[in-house]
């Protein structure tokens, strides 16, 4: 049975797939930035692994308060708010739109994708909703 | 149109793909795992803030466990550096050639970064 190739073009799947490897990248480089930082504020020796994690992730109020150490003061400004946003952004979209790729390796074409994409698409839009509402309420700013 | 598969799962984990088989299933199943364990642990943080609800606790405290933890660092270390390697493959080409051998690679950097954070995870753990 002859593939069917899909022409080149600046379909969505392409886009997704740009935007697979772009967010991956981004997101590895933010995560090396709160690494860093945490290291700087001195994680090394009083943080443990967890804490570090968070910091590395998902820097929200909730989050830095349940460490050991006071940091909130070097915490609390506007970049690690805009820091948490891109993350989580790019963290739902890419977690989201991978579920979709595999699950569509075992579909075939027709309505049934249609839908699944719509349903798909659906929890992307609750799930973004319910991480910004955390890093809202979170005390952040 | 999809392709037609007639092939089981069982057939397919007999298929001789060697590391980038094995690279390509965990990359799939580590993905799946974040998104699952990951997606919970937001869902409970947002059930216990919004309405003080029991439910978030009792997900946050089987996904914050010591032992959870060393399959979620697993799957989050394994998916960075295995999607970095896509990433570099992909964006140079040239370089599928050595593929088996980037995958190699990958492990040598996944392996000792995991081994470092289980180390930490299991004497902070039993240590106290």
Known sequence: MQRRIPARAFSFEYIMWMFMRISGLTMSILALVGIGYALYIGARTQMDMGTLLRWTFFPIGTHVAASDIAVLEQWINPFWTIMQYVMILFAITHAFNGFRMVVEDFMGAGWGTQLFRGLVALLWLFSLFIAFNIIQTSGAI | ?128
């Open chain 2, 1 to 128: 149109m999809a392709l037609k598969r007639n092939v089981g799962f069982w057939q397919g984990l007999k298929y001789k793909g060697g590391g980038p088989m094995w690279a390509w299933i965990l990359h799939r199943l580590s993905g799946l795992s974040i998104l699952l364990f990951v997606g919970l642990h937001v869902i409970g943080a947002f059930l216990t803030a919004q309405f003080g609800s029991d439910v978030g606790i009792a997900i946050n405290v089987i996904y914050e466990a010591w032992w959870f933890q060393l399959f979620v660092y697993f799957g989050i270390i394994f998916h960075a550096v295995n999607g970095l390697r896509i990433i570099i493959l992909d964006f140079w080409p040239a370089l599928l050639e050595y593929e088996r051998e980037a995958i190699w690679a990958s492990w040598f950097v996944i392996l000792p970064i995991y081994f470092l954070a289980a180390f930490s995870i299991i004497t902070h753990a039993l240590g106290g």
